[in-house]
């Protein structure tokens, strides 16, 4: 296997799961992924991938053919995240008569705490020092997520509002800005275009 470090005591569960499914070179890739310099991994997307892994690994010893499964779909069934109850249960029942046992992959699914400890206290892994340019885009990018959260909020209540026949409104865009005045230079930006730029026009003079 490609662990790094052993130590006294119970075996800690990413690295027990990885030698039970004998998932060679899984651990090197998580944390390539999540060290990687331009396009880091989340460790909560680190850790849905590792999931997904070891249910296609439970599959694949079930004898159930992989190749014509959905299985992030699977996934997020199991997990409870998508589909009605009925797809859960039909899902898990389909799955359990193919001779997966169901509770126990479940309950082995890791948190991205536990991908966290894996990769920075077993196999001694850290992630790369930030350098300006990336904060910058890491903060642009949160700007934009609650942006587009705001949008997607603000659409969700006029619809509703539509369809309770309390507003009317025609064919329509919802934009959302976040605008920065500088009381300095007097000079406006969009946020995110002022975070790219690196400063206002005070940095110019």
């Not at 069934?77 to 109850?85: A, M």
């Not at 046992?101 to 790369?128: H, K, M, Q, W």
């Amino acid at each position: 296997m490609d662990e790094r470090r052993t130590t006294p005591g119970p075996q800690p569960k990413v690295p027990r799961l990885l030698e039970k499914y004998d998932l060679e070179g899984v651990g090197d890739k998580l944390e390539a992924h999540w060290t990687h310099p331009d396009e880091r991994k989340s460790l909560r997307a680190l850790a849905d991938s590792f999931n997904e892994r070891l249910l296609r690994a439970a599959l694949e010893d079930a004898g159930v053919e992989t190749i014509t499964e959905d299985i992030d779909r699977l996934y997020e069934l199991l997990r409870e995240e998508t589909g009605s109850r009925g797809e859960q249960s039909q899902a898990r029942r389909r799955l359990e008569r193919a001779g997966v046992d169901v509770e126990t992959v479940t309950e082995e699914f890791v948190s991205y705490g536990a991908i966290r400890s894996y990769l920075t206290e077993y196999r001694d892994a850290s992630l790369p020092e930030a350098t300006d340019e990336d904060v910058r885009r890491t903060e642009r990018q949160a700007i934009d997520g609650l942006r587009e959260r705001t949008v997607t909020v603000t659409e969700s209540k006029l619809a509703r509002l539509r369809r309770t026949d309390r507003l009317e409104l025609g064919s329509h865009r919802v934009l959302a800005t976040v605008q920065v005045v500088c009381e300095d230079c007097h000079e406006q930006y969009d946020a995110a275009e002022l975070i790219e730029r690196g400063g206002c026009a005070c940095s110019e003079s």
